[in-house]
Nanobody
């Protein structure tokens, strides 16, 4: 069973930066497509970014393009989300997820097999 643990969330002012990390254990990290999702209070969980198993391809939700960067280090079983120029509307619980179907860049939650517990990101105005 794959376990995912996120870290790096916190409180930041508008325009600030945070780097989220998600470390995997119990599986073969390098074979999974990895994604980041977020969920704000009262909203559905929404896709943020995803990266293929070798890091060669990425996809982003439009509102975060140019501000967020997803990357991974397979030697450390870790995926990252660098978030710059943060806005209050980025406030949410951020989740990482793993998709066993490595050849796709899934952008919807049901296509992911494993989930972390989430880390809170709060951007103050």
């Amino acid at each position: 069973q794959v376990q995912l643990v996120e870290s790096g969330g916190g409180l930041v002012q508008t325009g600030g930066s945070l780097r989220l990390s998600c470390t995997a254990s119990g599986g073969t990290f390098s074979t999974y497509t990895m994604g980041w999702f977020r969920q704000a209070p009262g909203n559905e969980r929404e896709f943020v970014a995803a990266i293929t198993r070798n890091g060669g391809n990425t996809v982003y939700k439009d509102p975060v393009k140019g501000r967020f960067t997803i990357s991974r280090d397979n030697a450390k079983n870790t995926v990252y989300l660098q978030m710059n120029s943060l806005k209050p509307e980025d406030t949410a619980v951020y989740y990482c997820a793993a998709d066993k179907v490595y050849y796709r860049l899934a952008t919807i939650a049901p296509e992911y097999d494993y989930w972390g517990q989430g880390t809170q990101v709060t951007v103050s105005s």
